[in-house]
């Protein structure tokens, strides 16, 4: 069985593969990316990656970066898998708030065997997001597909449904919280100030609020019907 650290490296990976994907890349990862991450050393993650070469379980280039191999990509879903549902558990089942639950599930996803997870997926109804509107890699370490924009790139004057929130900080999902901005509401955006390098976002059941493109960065959305503005 993978140790704790070998399964954090290939999610790690893994999640940064997902994120440049989003992004219409097919860049390696690098060990840059993997050190900020995992908060280490790169020299640290260079070690590191050899090792799960020579396991087998990722591709490295040496000066390009690194990407899973099969089994790694396997091993490293069953990780988020794992991760995805404890946290979606602690919300619905034990009354966590979603921005405290990703540093326990950090440490859950680690001690919990697969006929545990599969039993928690069936509880939960076989759910295919978690709280934050993260995918969740069925058994097999397939996610749902989806074709989400960030709410960073979307026009002036449309309507849209929040999808995921990127960020795990607790202040910033709070914030979130706070103003009508968590997966599943819907919003309009009012307009954007490209020299302010803001944009002014209409929730369906909270006041207007302006944000900086930053933060707009990490909310993704998919398209909704039609919502009319607010006066």
Known sequence: ??????????????????????????RLVSMGQIAQALAVAPGTVTAMVKTLERSGLVEYEPYSGVRL??????TATHVVRRHRLTELFLVEKLGFDWSEVHEEAEQLEHAMSDKVID??????GYPRFDPHGDPIPDASGATQAVSWLRLADCPAG??????RVSDQDEDFLRFAERHGLKPGARIAIRSRDVQADAITVEPEDKPA?????EAAAKLWIERTAPMELRR
């Open 1 to 26: 069985m993978p140790t704790s650290t070998v399964e954090d490296y290939l999610k790690a990976i893994w999640l940064e593969e997902q994120r440049v994907a989003a992004e219409g890349s097919a």
């Open 69 to 74: 191999s099969a089994a790694g990509h396997r």
């Open 119 to 124: 039993r928690l997926d069936e509880m939960l």
């Open 158 to 163: 449309a309507a849209f449904t929040i999808a």
């Open 209 to 213: 609020i302006t944000i900086g493109s």
